[in-house]
Structures are given as structure tokens and as C-alpha cells.
T-cell receptor
């Protein structure tokens, strides 16, 4: 089955700095890569996703890049704000399966 | 976007009792729903895939007689934790995909249910 590795487990940055979270996946058949943000005690919410036919996608301060050859994808958050503090999960989904495999999560702390 | 609700949001029960958690898709019909379990500061662990009108598909290591899943309609799936014990205490989250939109891969999560077994 699919295996998703996520790093780092904890990331601490100053407000205004950029934050990068990296994930690798094992199955080359995976073609959908969503990122979820989960605040303490709340539900995971989709913040951005990318499909295998695209190398990069951006939405305001958030961007995701995908390297299919190396089987890794990254989340980039620029100009971080305290409200960006949360746990971020990456996931990979194999075509035809629709059941994503989640990474272990990254706890992002943005210090004001 | 699609909305998934969950009830109750939290429950405290005595050891040995059973607890039912409901997951509803409010504005779409979900033929498939997913049940996850999440321990503090850990990732989402898929427990089972709930299929409307048929038996749930359980992940390896998940006891199907312990965690009963019923997907009786296109908008409701229930998870019953039978004979709950303290080790069953956890955050249970359901999710569903909206087949009515092009991006069927997108999962929408419920708000979760915090179960505490005394």
C-alpha cells in the first residue's frame, strides 16, 4: 500500500517568515495530493490540493509543489501569521482507490 | 462546499456501555463515508470505509465486532463502539466525498466526536 512520510513533525517560525512542510509518497500511481489544516479539537479542513498533471499550485499565501519523479510534494506558506498555527496533514490518494493515506502531521507554531 | 455533521460532539460513558456516533452529509448524498480515529498529537487513522447498502470495509487490525458501522441511507452513517473500554477513548472523525461535483477526490470531514470512557 501507499506510505506517506511527512517532515518535520514540529515547525516553529516567527511571524512573517515562510514555512515549508515536505512529504514523500511511495506509490507512483498516486495522483491526488491534498493538504489539510487541523486546529486543536476541530475537524481537518482542506486548504489546497494538487493533482499529478500539475507541478505547482498557488492560492494567496499558500502554495504546493509536486515532483512526480522524486515522489515528493511540499506545502509552502509565506508571510506566516499566528492564525496559521495548527497541525497540517499531507495525503496521497491512488487513482481508482479514493482512500487517501495521511502523513503523520506537522505542528506549525507561528510566534507573534 | 459540502457539509458533514457529526453527533454527538463529545460523550462520556461508563466502561462496558455502547456508544453510537452519527455522521451525516447535510447537502449531498454520500455513497461512501469514512471513519477515522485520532489520538492526541497523532495522525488520522482510517478505521473503515462505510458503503451505503452494504457491509463496511474494515482496515487491518480494526475489530468489526467492536466498531459496528451501519450506512443505512445516502446521508447517514453510524459508528457504534460496543462494550467500550478506556482504551477506546479517542477522537472519532468521519468524512465523505461529494460525488456530485467534478473533484470527487475531495474529502469533507465532520467536526469529530470526543469519546471518553471512564
Amino acid at each position: 500500500g501507499e506510505n506517506v512520510e511527512q517532515h518535520p513533525s514540529t515547525l516553529s517560525v516567527q511571524e512573517g517568515d515562510s514555512a515549508v512542510i515536505k512529504c514523500t509518497y511511495s506509490d507512483s500511481a498516486s495522483n491526488y495530493f491534498p493538504w489539510y489544516k487541523q486546529e486543536l479539537g476541530k475537524r481537518p479542513q482542506l486548504i489546497i490540493d494538487i493533482r499529478s498533471n500539475v507541478g505547482e499550485k498557488k492560492d494567496q499565501r499558500i502554495a504546493v509543489t509536486l515532483n512526480k519523479t522524486a515522489k515528493h510534494f511540499s506545502l509552502h506558506i509565506t508571510e506566516t501569521q499566528p492564525e496559521d498555527s495548527a497541525v497540517y496533514f499531507c495525503a496521497a490518494s491512488m487513482g481508482g482507490s479514493y482512500i487517501p493515506t495521511f502523513g503523520r502531521g506537522t505542528s506549525l507554531i507561528v510566534h507573534p | 462546499g459540502a457539509v458533514v455533521s457529526q453527533h454527538p460532539s463529545w460523550v462520556i460513558c461508563k466502561s462496558g456501555t455502547s456508544v453510537k456516533i452519527e455522521c451525516r452529509s447535510l447537502d449531498f448524498q454520500a455513497t461512501t463515508m469514512f471513519w477515522y480515529r485520532q489520538f492526541p498529537k497523532q495522525s488520522l487513522m482510517l478505521m473503515a470505509t462505510s458503503n451505503e447498502g452494504s457491509k463496511a470495509t474494515y482496515e487491518q487490525g480494526v475489530e468489526k465486532d467492536k466498531f459496528l458501522i451501519n450506512h443505512a441511507s445516502l446521508t447517514l452513517s453510524t459508528l457504534t463502539v460496543t462494550s467500550a473500554h478506556p482504551e477506546d477513548s479517542s477522537f472519532y472523525i468521519c468524512s465523505a466525498r461529494d460525488p456530485g461535483v467534478l473533484r470527487t477526490d475531495t474529502q469533507y470531514f465532520g467536526p469529530g466526536t470526543r469519546l471518553t470512557v471512564l
